[in-house]
């Protein structure tokens, strides 16, 4: 059973936005103090992703472990209530990040998949985006 009334359960779902969330703007502020300067709101690449490097032709999907299931996350658990619906709703997030990844394969750009995770220990985040941009790309 949730801990939550129905009320206050749809009031803090409410609340959660799309864009410009925390974990983005974590990544951003690391990809700026690297040196990396990137665009957002690009819509021609598939899936729309939250940030886009057009240098390292890198688009950059900041996924929330809750929504986007992260696989072995403890952010990636499952509701008790609405088992039903949450499920339905996770399988279709799932089906639908697997379409963007074929869709992007067949275009110039490269995904880079960051978990919001991820994102709660900066060092960390700097170390991953490090490591992708500076070793791999130079």
């Known amino acids: 059973m949730d801990s939550l009334s ?3 359960r749809s009031w803090n779902m409410s609340q959660i936005r799309s864009k410009d969330t925390k974990p983005e703007i974590t ?3 690391v990809l ?5 300067r990137f665009r957002l709101g ?3 690449i598939p899936g729309k992703p939250d940030i886009v490097l057009p240098k390292y032709k890198t688009a950059i999907y900041v996924h929330g ?3 986007h299931r992260h696989n072995g996350c403890k952010y990636a658990y499952t509701p008790k209530s609405k088992m039903d619906f949450w499920n339905g709703k996770f399988a279709a997030n799932i089906k639908r990040d697997n379409e963007i990844s074929e869709k992007i394969k067949s275009t110039q750009w490269v995904q880079l998949i960051i978990w919001e995770c991820d994102t709660r220990d ?8 490090k490591e992708y941009f500076y070793d791999t790309k130079e």
């Open 27 to 29: 990544v951003r502020k």
């Open 42 to 44: 690009r819509t021609d």
């Open 32 to 36: 700026h103090s690297l040196g990396l």
């Open 122 to 129: 900066k060092d960390r985040l700097t170390k991953i985006l």
């Open 65 to 67: 472990c809750f929504w």
């Open 6 to 8: 129905p009320e206050k």
